[in-house]
T-cell receptor
Framework: DAGVIQSPRHEVTEMGQEVTLRCKPI?????LFWYRQTMMRGLELLIY????????DSGMPEDRFSAKMPNASFSTLKIQPSEPRDSAVYFC??????????????FGDGTRLSIL | GQNIDQPTEMTATEGAIVQINCTYQ??????LFWYQQHAGEAPTFLSY????GLEEKGRFSSFLSRSKGYSYLLLKELQMKDSASYLC???????????FGAGTTVTVRA
């Protein structure tokens, strides 16, 4: 079975440019999570969706970040304008979630983002 | 929110046993997860505990005490490939998200 698929795997761009990260969750999973990982701050949850609806975006650093999930098989995380401090590895994860269940989250390979 | 603590680094010898402790403070709790992350790779799921006690999966075991807000991951018969970061994560009650600890980097030496 295909796992969580993220693209691109690597992105290098200049500050001020728009960056779009893409994620395809595992088929049948109804929750999708966007994380950012840095040495300083570890793995941080940015936003998560359940049944395509954003549930908690309290981790989104500021208005420059936005995320969408137009359907069950696709999500985007956009940074506009990008800044050097946004450089990090961005992971997407998905799981099958319902109240009381403990299905694990499965992570994609991540996007390594460098803003120059 | 959750306050999750785990040691930063541990070193052990090939064939030995290592125990990684995790303590947490949370207003509501619905499960504790352990993930393994090799350098430059994504986290991968290892185990989860909901009830008190020990869960065993081959060379890896995880223990939970809900009353003490404490868990540990036990790695037995260490192999070089076990060198990785191990992340403890807590799921709040009636929520789908996980809060991750900073991770424990385990180095296995020959």
């Amino acid at each position: 079975d295909a796992g969580v698929i993220q693209s691109p795997r690597h992105e290098v761009t200049e500050m001020g440019q728009e960056v779009t990260l893409r994620c395809k969750p595992i088929s049948g999973h109804n929750s999708l999570f966007w994380y950012r990982q840095t040495m300083m701050r570890g793995l941080e949850l940015l936003i998560y969706f359940n049944n395509n609806v954003p549930i908690d975006d309290s981790g989104m650093p500021e208005d420059r970040f936005s995320a969408k999930m137009p359907n069950a098989s696709f999500s985007t995380l956009k940074i506009q304008p990008s800044e050097p401090r946004d450089s990090a590895v961005y992971f997407c994860a998905s799981s099958h979630s319902d109240r009381g269940s403990n299905q694990p989250q499965h992570f994609g390979d991540g996007t390594r983002l460098s803003i120059l | 929110g959750q306050n999750i603590d785990q040691p930063t680094e541990m070193t052990a010898t090939e064939g030995a046993i290592v125990q990684i402790n995790c303590t947490y403070q949370t207003s509501g709790f619905n499960g504790l997860f352990w993930y393994q992350q090799h350098a430059g790779e994504a986290p991968t799921f290892l185990s989860y505990n909901v009830l008190d006690g020990l869960e065993e999966k081959g060379r890896f075991s995880s223990f939970l005490s809900r009353s003490k807000g404490y868990s540990y991951l036990l790695l037995k018969e260490l192999q070089m490939k076990d060198s990785a970061s191990y992340l403890c994560a807590v799921r709040p009650l009636w929520d789908y998200k996980l809060s991750f600890g900073a991770g424990t980097t385990v180095t296995v030496r020959a």
